[in-house]
Each structure stands twice: as structure tokens, then as C-alpha cells.
Nanobody, 130 residues
């Protein structure tokens, strides 16, 4: 397993923007799942945005659609999360997550589509003030 490392968290006022980045494994010629998850105090961890390379598609939580964008740079194996129009309810610890895909699996849940041998980052704090 590889320890991923997130960069780019911080404090911002509502309406502001932040960009998170994460160095991911080099899944050369393999199908993979790359995602951003978050966990706020007292709440369950939730998926924010995911790239499904097997389908060439992305998933976004309803709460961030239209405001957040997940992307990747294959040249240097970096995953990004551009967060715009931030709201106080976006305040959480944000984590990068990476795993190989399970063939012929579909849907929106990471656990259904991605192998359990996965890598996580230690998290980066995002705080949005009103």
C-alpha cells in the first residue's frame, strides 16, 4: 500500500475557492478508481467526487455538483479537486483515495466498483467561514 498525501487545504470565506492535489499511484495500463472523500466532525465519511477510469466517467455528490471539479494529470499522476463557491457546510477533512477497479462493476458506490486493496491520504483540512 502507498500513503497518499493531500496538499492544498486551508481556511477560506464562503464563496471562495481552493484546489486540492494528491500524488497517486501510476496505474499504467490498468483501470482504476480515484476519488476525494470528506468527513466533517460528527458525520460519516462521504464521497465527494470520483473518477472511474474503466468507464471514463466521474461521480459527484449532489451537494457539490456544479461547484467542484475532479481532474487528473496523467503525466505526473496527480489528482485534483477544484472547489469553487465554497460553503460553510463544505468544512471537513478531505481525503484522497485510490484503488484498482473491479472489472464489469458499475454504480456509484466505491465499495462496489473498486478493489479493497486501496490507498488513502492522511487528509487535509478545509474550513469555510461564513
Amino acid at each position: 500500500q502507498v500513503q497518499l498525501r493531500e496538499v492544498g487545504g486551508g481556511s477560506v470565506q464562503a464563496g471562495g475557492s481552493l484546489r486540492l492535489s494528491c500524488a497517486t499511484p501510476a496505474y499504467t495500463y490498468r483501470r482504476y478508481c480515484l476519488g476525494w472523500f470528506r468527513q466533517a466532525p460528527g458525520k460519516e465519511r462521504e464521497a465527494v467526487a470520483v473518477i472511474w477510469s474503466s468507464a471514463g466517467s466521474t461521480y459527484y455528490a449532489d451537494s457539490v455538483k456544479g461547484r467542484f471539479t475532479i481532474s487528473q494529470n496523467n503525466a505526473d499522476n496527480t489528482l485534483y479537486l477544484q472547489m469553487n463557491s465554497l460553503k460553510p457546510e463544505d468544512t471537513a477533512m478531505y481525503y484522497c483515495r485510490a484503488a484498482l477497479s473491479i472489472p464489469n462493476k458499475y454504480g456509484s458506490r466505491w465499495e462496489n466498483r473498486c478493489k479493497p486493496e486501496e490507498d488513502w491520504g492522511q487528509g487535509t483540512q478545509v474550513t469555510v467561514s461564513s
